[in-house]
Structures are given as C-alpha cells and as structure tokens.
C-alpha cells in the first residue's frame, strides 16, 4: 500500500521509534551512560530536522511501531531497519521481547555485516546487539561472487556461524530458474564460517556438477572469499604417469608470516625417484623486495648420457636448486638488487620439472641502477651456470667481474644538436679461455635541420675507442694467433643522411607517402689484422637486415667496428586508409672498404651488400602480414627470411611463422649435430615453419601448433590447448611434445590438466 504521510511526519515519527528503541536495547545499568545521550542526541536532530548518522550505538527506521505493555513487547512494521555496531538489519516485521531481550525478524529478513557480505533468512532470532542469532532457510552473499546457503545457522558470539545442510557456490543462479542446479556446488551435512578468522569448514563434502555428484571429501577447509592471504594447505598437485617421477602428489602449505612476508612449502613425493621439499619465501618491505625459491631433493635417476662423455654419477643423490631475487631501493635515483639462479644439475632440474630446465645457462647478478634526468649507470656482476652439458663447458663460460654502463643524452645544444655519451666496461674471466678487460668509451653528436622541398637532413659526429688487455687470446672464443694483447682502438665516424618525404593525400581519406632515404658514412678502415689482437666479447654475429641498414655499426657491440666509406640508399613507402595499412622498405649498402674479418653469411663481405626488405601488410581486421628478407646482390638467392601471417577471426585464426638463415643459430638442440665436429651444424641453414591454429568461441578457447625443422625434415614441436571458462569455473588441457634433444635427453611429452573453482582454487594433473 503506498504511504501518504507527509516527509515531515515519516521524520517525526521515525525518530521517536528511534529513541523509543534506543531505550528499549538498553539494559538498566547503561540507561544513564548510553540511551540517555542516545535521546538527547535524537531530540537535537528533530530540532534540527536533520537525519541520524549511523555512528550511534542503535538506531532504526520503521513504518509503524506498537507496544504492548503487558507482555513488554515491541513490535516495528513495513521496511524495518535497524543498525548497531556496524550490522545492519532489515526486515519486514521486526518484535522485540524487552523480558527476554530477543528480537524477532520475520518476511524478507536480511543482515548486512561491517565487511559487505549480506545474510538472507525467513525469520531470525537476535540477542546481544546481533551478536547472537538464530536463523532458518539462511541464503548469503559473500566476497568474489560467493554464494552460500543453509537450512538453519546459528551465530555465536559474533564469531562463528554453525550451519546445517550448508551449500555454496561462486557460480551466477539462473533467474528464470532459480531451482535449477548451478555449474557446480559444495554440498555438506554441515559447516562453520569462522567470522573472525574468515575462514569456512565444510563436513561430509560432495561436490556437485550440473547437480550430479564427482566427488567426496569428508572434511575440507576454504578461507572466506573475502580473504586475500590466510595460512593453511593449499591445494595439491597429481600426476599419474610423469616420464621421470612417475607417480608423484605434492601437498603444499601456505603461511602468512606477517603482513609483509609469507611462506610456501612444497613436499613431492614420487613413485620413481626420492622425494623433494621445496619452498618459497616472499618478503615485501617499504624500500623493496625479495623472494627465495628453492628445494631439496635426493635424485636417483640415472644420469643423461650424452655421446662421446662418460655420465657424471656423482650426480645422483643429494640434489636441489635455489634461486633468490631482490629488488630495494636506496633512494629516489638508486636502487639495488640482485638475481642468484643455482642448481646442482641439468639432470636434477629435469627430473623434478624445475622451472628453467631447457635453457642453455643459468643467469646470476648483481647490480646497483641510477636513473637521472638524461642518465643512466648500472654496476653488476654475472655469473652463468651451464646446463646443456652436451655442448656447453661450464669451465669456458665467462664470469663478469664486474661490468659497468653509463649513458646521457643531454638537452639541444646551441648549435641545435645532442650529445649523447655511452661507456661500457668490464673485467672478464674464464677458467679455460679469454680473459680480459675493457674500458670504452662513445660520443655522438646528432644535428637535424629542414631543407628545401620537404628534406629532413641528419648530421652525425661519432667516436668509439676502447681499450683492452686480454690473456689466452688464443682459446675460447676468440681463437687467435697470439696469447695476450694489451691494445687500444678508435674509430671516428661522420654521417649525413637524408629522408625526403612525398606526401599524397587521396579523396578517400587515406595517404601515401613515398620517402627516398640516402645515407654516407665516412670513417677510416677497420678490421684485418687489428682483430687478431682484440677480443670479441659482444660481436660474435652479424646479420645485417632492414633494422641494421642505417646503423652506424652494424655489428652487434662495439669489439668489432664498421669502418670505411660506404652509402646506405632505401626507399619507404606507406599507404594507410583508416585502420588498414601497407608499409614496405627496401634497401641496401655500397662500401668503399670490406672488411675481411666480416662473419660469413653476414650479407656484408663484397662493395656491394644483400638487399635487405621489409614489408607490412593489414588491408583488413582479419589480416596481418609482416616479412623480412635478405638476398644476394648478384644472384638473387635468398640467404635470410622470416614472415608472419595472421588470417582469420576469433572463432577461427590461423597464424604461420617462417624463418630462412644460412647458418643455424640454433644448432645447440639439433639432434643431428652429435658428430666429431658439432660446429659444422653453425654452416647447417635454418629452414624453419610454425603453424598455429586457434578458435574462441564464447567460453570456449581451443588451439593446435606445430614447429618444423624443414633443413632436417624433422618436428621440433607440436602441442594443443582446449579450455572451457565460465563466471565460476575454468577447465584446461594441454598437450605439449618436444622432439629436439637436451643434455643428452631425447624428447619427451608433457600432458597438464587443471580444474580451477573460482574462489576455492586450481586441482593441477600433471602427466
């Protein structure tokens, strides 16, 4: 029935309920302490006719009140609300027993508790400022679109709900059939919700799909949805058929230290080796942070056996791996940290699917960072560990001790240009091989200024000079002539380089620009003999391509120097109409000098360079197009190409990948290469294809690749992934084989299936 009092009469007479209430919940003893000032409080607010905060001790809105004072009763009808210590209640009809001190909330009653969640009943009982509580056909909303319900609970000291024939679910309920069963549920005898250390327990658990029961547990532990870190076991891990553990479980333990720190341990327990115990310690302070990960296992998986080597059977035993990373600040501009990455062996990390396994090294360092306005510097040493034993000598891998870099770019000068200065310094050491040290030290000066026509014009004034002082210069990895060599080297270079812009713009909207580039760069000769007395730490490979063409030096570092007179000539081109565009560059280099010490297959060792290219190509939403290439300025032979394509929509995409290199940059993990001489396989072309196909399909996702080898004619690769997600679940599989070779390893399968309960947590398979 729709109310017709005036908003000043529903005011007047809702604030006499108030204080009518107020003196009601208050026993004797506090009636002069509590519910007096109560009163008087309500009595200035109706003489201000301002509204009541819910900062005061109990309050309540009604749209009628009756007493009876014969029984003591007091009864509050039509959208009752009543708050206290944070709680709020609402209620159709709410009766309070001033004998007893019992409320009772009848037709649409529902609490609101200080953290957000909400609590729905037909009727509810209430004692002690709702500390206490009886209530029958419970439903609640919790954190993370938890749901909960129950046939009775009961509230004790407004700590712990006890409930029976409890259900909960994070999954939405269908509103045109509210009956029907969610995607999945929790179903128990009964439960208790610690409300003070927000957690949930659950008794004699079935867990329940489309209302079918998969599964059972006679006891399981949940922390409230609402909560972002809490002690306790997290869920554990399966797998029943692992190549190298067999059958294994692990059953972590998360512990919240305090509340900046926590702890996870990790025990494995396997069928077909020892077991692990592993853990992680995060620590997250004021001025940084740091996180230790590592474990602890006895291996006794025979050692990998790798040709033309006797296997290491010290290995077998006590095993593990640590890895450690901090990150802190000293102030605004500094900052320190380091990266320790150390393990016992390849076998080791293999066995237990420590992550990491399948890279060449491990990486450790050290450093300490400073940013300024225009500046950088960094100090750090590294350390590497070598883990494909098949081909890398852990006694040739270089320790860096340390290495330092600075660079500036300063403001525009008067002149109108930027300097710019870089060093980079080191001191390195390895057992069985180069040693040495270097100091250097760039300038570079750029100027740009307009001509006439539209030119943008680029003058450039550079110098590089380095010093060295190098020992066993006739080992790994520069294989000289001499032994040790202290030298020095600079190289000054002058370049002017033009870009001249012609800009069309069509009647449709799009544009066209056609951009000449020409570039000279003048420097003294480099290379030859010189080489033979300066190690090459940071240019061991040169591949010049579209990115490398107006590069001052194209080598990778600075070891190696591009000296000589040459030109660089390209031609830009670039249509884009909207969001569809074509943009293309082509390109190449005629120099005066040719380096003789130039890498073979670097597209740089005649006057006249490759013809490197690039093309982009995305005439529509379903279309994406980019390839690279390098070809022979005299035959035209292809020596290197890469392209990507994307065609496709989200319901079906396929993605392809090539890659063309005269030499294999990959060639530690070809299994051909097990001869007396595994350098031949750097002369080996890459000749590689990658195939994706995937679709997404509402809450479906599925994809398949497959990497080949097309040298060798042989699979690197192939995998699959399928995954189904909703508001409250998530289901994935995949599907990964590795044909290549690995410390000895050949390839192997891998197979993860997972289970993930939206608020409960991920059940992982392993396989």
Known sequence: ?????????????????????????????????????????????????????????????????????????????????????????????????????????????????????????????????????????????????????????????????????????????????????????????????????????????????????????????????????????????????????????????????????????????????????????????????????????????????????????????????????????????????????????????????????????????????????????????????????????????????????????????????????????????????????????????DRPFRGALGTMWLFTIHVDSEVYNAHKLDLTPAYSNVNAATTSQALPTAALKLNWPFLRTLKSGGTQIVEPIVQVIAAPNSGNSINDHIPNEDSLDTEFTDTSLFALNRHEGIDRLDGGLRANVGLHMNWSWGAKSIDALVGESYQEHVDQNQIINSGLTSHASDIVSRISFVPANWLDLTARGRFDHFTGQVHFADGLISVGTNLFRVTGGYIYNQHDLYYYYDSSIRTADPQLAYFEPQNEATLGISSRWRQYRASVFGRRDLATNQNVAIGADAAYENDCFIFDLSYVKRYTTISGESGDSSILFSLTFKTIGTFPVNG
Not at 185 to 210: C, G, N, P, V
Not at 276 to 302: E, I, K, W
Request: charged share 15%; aromatic share 10%.
């Open 1 to 445: 029935m729709p109310r017709t009092r005036s908003a000043a009469a529903r005011t007047g007479r809702r604030l006499s309920h108030r204080a009518a209430l107020a003196a009601s919940l208050c026993p004797p003893a506090l009636v002069v302490t509590l519910c007096l000032p109560a009163s008087a409080q309500i009595a200035m607010h109706a003489g201000n006719a301002a509204p009541v905060t819910r900062d005061e001790p109990v309050t309540f809105q009604a749209d009628s009140v009756s007493y009876d004072t014969h029984h003591a009763l007091v009864t509050w009808s039509g959208h009752v609300t009543i708050w206290q210590n944070g709680h709020i209640l609402l209620a159709d009809q709410v009766t309070y027993d001033r004998n007893t001190g019992v409320a009772a909330a009848r037709g649409h009653v529902a609490i609101i508790e200080p953290d957000g969640q909400v609590l729905f009943a037909t009727y509810m009982e209430l004692t002690q400022g709702m500390r206490q509580a009886v209530m029958t056909d419970m439903r609640g909303i919790l954190a993370m679109n938890g749901k909960l319900a129950a046939n009775g609970s009961r509230r004790t000291d407004g700590k712990v709900n006890v409930m029976s024939r409890a259900v909960y679910t994070a999954c939405k309920i269908c509103a045109q059939h509210p009956d029907r069963p969610p995607f999945w549920q929790l179903r128990s005898y009964s439960a208790t919700q610690d409300l003070e250390h927000k957690r949930i327990e659950y008794e004699d658990t079935y867990l329940d799909m489309f209302g079918i029961p998969v599964g059972y547990l006679p006891y399981f532990s949940t922390p409230d949805p609402s909560v972002k870190r809490q002690s306790g076991f997290l869920l554990s891990s399966l797998s029943p058929n692992d190549k190298n553990l067999g059958t294994y479980v692990t059953l972590p333990y998360y512990w919240v230290i305090d509340g900046q720190s926590d702890a996870t341990l990790v025990p494995l327990i396997s069928s077909s080796t020892g077991p692990q115990l592993g853990g992680q310690y995060r620590n997250l302070m004021n001025f940084g942070r740091f996180t230790l990960t590592g474990a602890v296992a006895y291996d006794t998986h025979t050692p990998s056996l790798i040709a033309g080597q006797v296997p290491d059977y010290k290995e077998i035993g006590l095993s593990g791996y640590g890895y450690a990373k901090a990150d802190f600040d000293w102030n605004q501009n500094w900052h320190y940290g380091a990266n320790i990455n150390l393990a016992s062996s390849s076998d080791y990390m293999r066995d237990y699917r420590v992550s990491g396994y399948g890279n060449d090294v491990l990486t450790s360092n050290a450093y300490l960072e400073g940013f300024g306005i225009g500046a950088y510097s960094r100090l750090e040493t590294i350390a590497y560990q070598g883990l494909n034993t098949g081909v890398i000598n852990q006694s040739e891998l270089p320790y860096v001790l340390p290495r330092y870099k600075y660079s500036f770019f300063g403001e525009p000068d008067a002149l109108g240009g930027r300097l710019s200065v870089d060093s980079n310094d080191f001191n390195i050491y390895r057992p069985n091989g180069v040693s040495d040290e270097r100091a250097s030290l760039s300038l570079n000066w």
